[in-house]
């Protein structure tokens, strides 16, 4: 899922449209959850914690026509922009860069102001990993990033490209040759940032699993029938399955919005 676009809302919904999110479980409420009550639903730990935010349909596609946006709504989207607001750090795949044209890491007036009355920085910070480095420095989410991005990769990265995007992000070295998971939260948790959320993609989400770092996951259920050959959320090597706990449903129209952290 893209980057809000520069100027734009951070929950990534027209201003003046009226979205509805409302709790199914564990407390049913009828009523809608304000910024505050959302907010909540969407902690952050005391602990370092990646969470991992995807949308699929019903029947599992987790794209339509290759991009996530057309499973997307309102309520999502406000979702969307709660977790970017309480992370210190989004982690996204350069593939899904690429694919899905995220620009600069942006949030609105009610979002910076909510960071800085919990002490955190104004924007979170941008983290791109990418094993070959083949991204465009020129792309807005360096060209226009608030705060200077973070580029993870491995020893064997090209080091021209390393050179080039080293003008507009750090780029990181985390595992030798190849990238390595464990390696990259590790550098950034030397950075402060421990409050980590990733958007993407599936083969990262599937590295992430396979190393058992991911502590929760975020999924919403688009109530569509998508068909196709679309891919799952997750695309790595196999593991063990990992079972998780459900924490809470939101309901937004049709759409659902679940959270699952790891199980106790």
Sequence with gaps: MPASASGAPATGHRARLAVTVQEVWPRPDDRSLDAEALVSRYPRSDAPILRVNFVSSIDGAVTI????????GPGDKLVFGVLRTVCDA?????????TEGYD??????????????HGLSEFPVMVVVSGSLDLDPAQLV????????IVLTGAAAPAGRRAALAAVADVVTA????FDPAAGLAALHGR????????????????????????????????????????????????????????????????????YARKI
């Design 142 to 149: 360096f060209a226009d990033a608030p705060v200077r991005p």
């Design 192 to 259: 402060g940032l421990t409050q980590l959320l990733c958007e993407g993609g599936p083969r990262l989400l599937g590295a992430l699993t396979a190393a058992d770092l991911v502590d929760e996951l975020c999924l919403t259920v688009s109530p569509l029938l998508a068909g196709g050959d679309a891919g799952r959320i997750a695309n790595g090597p196999p593991t063990a399955p990992r079972e998780m706990s459900l924490r809470h449903i939101l309901r937004s129209d049709d759409m659902l919005c679940l959270r």
């Design 65 to 72: 026509d290759g991009v996530s946006g057309g499973l997307s």
């Design 175 to 178: 595992g030798a040759p190849e």
């Design 90 to 98: 989004l982690v996204v795949a350069a593939g899904t860069v690429r």
């Design 104 to 117: 600069g890491l942006r949030l609105g007036p009610r979002g910076r102001a909510w960071r800085r009355s």
